[in-house]
Nanobody, 121 residues
Framework: QVQLAESGGRLVQAGGSLKLSCVIS????????MAWFRQAPGKEREFVAR????????YYGDSVEGRFTISRDNAKNMVFLQMNNLNPDDTAVYYC??????????????WGQGTQVTVSS
């Protein structure tokens, strides 16, 4: 089992920045891919970014490319999502996910409880 816990979501003004954190605990996950997804009310869960834990390989969703940065801290078993130049369309619950397959689909084995990000115009 892998446990994930997100934090850092809050209300922010358009154009602002925010950094989300995800703490990972449980069984060995060194071969896993860590990902961030988001889900706005009435919409499907959307892929944001993913990082392969072992190699550091990174991939972003089209809507956040160039604005968001995913990173990891191996020593602290944490994954981060730095979000810059936020706009109201970024408003959503953001989820941290983990699994053995690097995919943009929401097919990861483990999920956190989510953290709310609200961007005001």
């Amino acid at each position: 089992q892998v446990q994930l816990a997100e934090s850092g979501g809050r209300l922010v003004q358009a154009g602002g920045s925010l950094k989300l954190s995800c703490v990972i605990s449980g069984r060995a996950f060194s071969t896993y891919t860590m990902a961030w997804f988001r889900q706005a009310p009435g919409k499907e869960r959307e892929f944001v970014a993913r990082i392969i834990w072992s190699s550091g390989g990174i991939y972003y969703g089209d809507s956040v490319e160039g604005r968001f940065t995913i990173s990891r801290d191996n020593a602290k078993n944490m994954v981060f999502l730095q979000m810059n130049n936020l706009n109201p369309d970024d408003t959503a619950v953001y989820y941290c996910a983990a699994g053995p397959i690097a995919t943009i689909l929401p097919l990861y084995d483990y999920w956190g409880q989510g953290t709310q990000v609200t961007v005001s115009s």
